[in-house]
């Protein structure tokens, strides 16, 4: 059996595996539920498919399994007896999990040779988001634009190049990718994500919040156990608040969003968390102490702080419990890294809301100052979290003596 995207033969005897598994695969593209399940039925079927396991790891390592690596070490031997892309499709996906911040190269030469294997090309645009700084709006949007040709009409490929088209700044453009992706496969949680960050960005708080009701009236019920619910309930959440709707927001919140109760994978739950306290202590002026559930969580991804997007969500949360033993912490575990411009980039988004969260507001407004706009990109993640600079931005200057 071919597989569906590259038209490349499985390496399975099992034509009800190989159709499992390319089922999984879109499952995992629109981040939809049952996707381990898939998996792990194409599994049963063929203990020794190199592709389903490699994609089960993939699934474990988002959502924290402790018993991920069975899944790599199956792949890996798999890997042995399947053919040469397949050998190669495991090698580089393991990479981009267990060595994202390196494994750029590697990926981007296998893409060179299989444009039309999104898994691994979705994959490395992740990583990018992250990892490759000013250039990341860039990058990402001509990765998705020079695998389009071999894609095609594929929903999976129009969803992302719409998200990445929007980021860029193409917002027209992105709108109608992603209505396109979403009428091809409209129960697709990335795709309605892709949607809500664009409506978010155009300051369509309200036009967001119809459209997700509205989905989630239709689509919730499969959505459930997707990767990206608690992120597009989270994306309701604040589109309800921005709204005034401040009561209904947290609820959603709670209910949905918070580190107990996500569905989120642990960085994309960090950034939940983070922007949606901060945003709210920065309009209320209202510190609330953090539950037992978020403490958890900061020690979960405390050993990536130097990374920008880290520290930015990390101290967010100490700000927003007016907690400031915690951000002088984050300071001096900072301070105490080898010298980078991840770290100078870190330091100064911690030490901004330390300054803001001590009175200190001319000295927070002048270190967000220093920060230019490539900076700014280069904290990593989509244009929700830099919003949050700018929102600190004007809260600092709200406080500022205003001259005539």
């Known amino acids: 059996m071919l597989e569906a995207r590259t038209g490349k033969p499985l390496s399975t005897r099992s034509v009800e595996a190989a159709a499992l598994y390319q089922e999984g695969v879109d499952l995992i593209l629109g981040s939809e539920s049952c996707a381990a399940a898939t998996l792990d039925r194409a599994l049963a079927l063929d203990q020794h498919f190199a592709l389903a396991a490699a994609a089960r790891y993939c699934i474990a390592m988002d959502a924290g399994e402790t018993d991920a690596e069975r899944f790599r070490d199956l792949a890996q031997t798999a890997a042995k007896d399947a053919s040469d892309w397949e050998r190669q499709h495991v090698e580089v996906l393991l990479d981009l999990i267990e060595a994202p911040g390196s494994s750029r190269d590697l990926a981007m030469a296998y893409v ?8 691994i090309v979705s994959q490395l645009a992740g990583r990018m988001f992250f990892f490759d700084g000013p250039k990341k709006l860039e990058t ?4 998705f634009e020079s695998v389009a040709p071999a894609l095609g009409d594929d929903w999976a490929l129009l969803a992302r190049l719409g998200f990445a088209a929007s980021e860029a700044g193409q917002r027209p453009r992105g709108r109608e990718l992603l209505q396109r992706a979403l009428k091809l496969r409209p129960q697709s949680l990335y795709s309605i994500h892709g949607m809500a960050h664009l409506l978010h960005d155009e300051g369509a708080a309200a036009e967001s919040a119809e459209l997700l009701q509205s989905w989630l009236k239709q689509y919730e019920a499969g959505a459930r156990e997707g990767q990206m619910y608690g992120h597009v309930q989270w994306h309701l959440a604040l589109s309800e608040w921005q709204l005034g709707q401040r009561d209904a927001a947290m609820a959603r919140y709670q209910r949905y969003c918070a580190p107990a109760t996500t569905s989120c994978g642990p960085i994309l739950t960090l950034a939940d968390c983070g922007g949606f306290l901060l945003r709210d202590f920065l309009k209320t002026g209202q510190p609330r102490p953090l539950d037992a559930d978020v403490l958890k969580h900061i020690e979960i991804v405390w050993g990536m702080l130097g990374h920008p997007f880290i520290a930015l969500h990390v101290a967010a949360l100490y700000a927003s419990a007016g907690d400031i033993n915690g951000l002088q912490y984050c300071e001096e575990a900072l301070a105490a890294l080898p010298d980078s411009p991840n770290r100078d980039l870190s330091l100064a988004l911690v030490r901004a809301l330390d300054r803001f969260s001590s009175g200190d507001f001319q000295g927070a407004t002048d270190t967000l100052a220093s920060l230019s706009p490539e900076a700014r990109i280069g904290i990593g ?19 500022l003596p205003q001259h005539s």
């Open 381 to 399: 993640g989509s244009h929700v979290e830099r919003m949050l600079v700018d929102l600190l931005e004007c809260a600092c200057q709200a406080h």
């Open 112 to 119: 060179e040779q299989n444009p039309a294997d999104l898994l």
């Open 140 to 143: 990402v949007l001509a990765l």
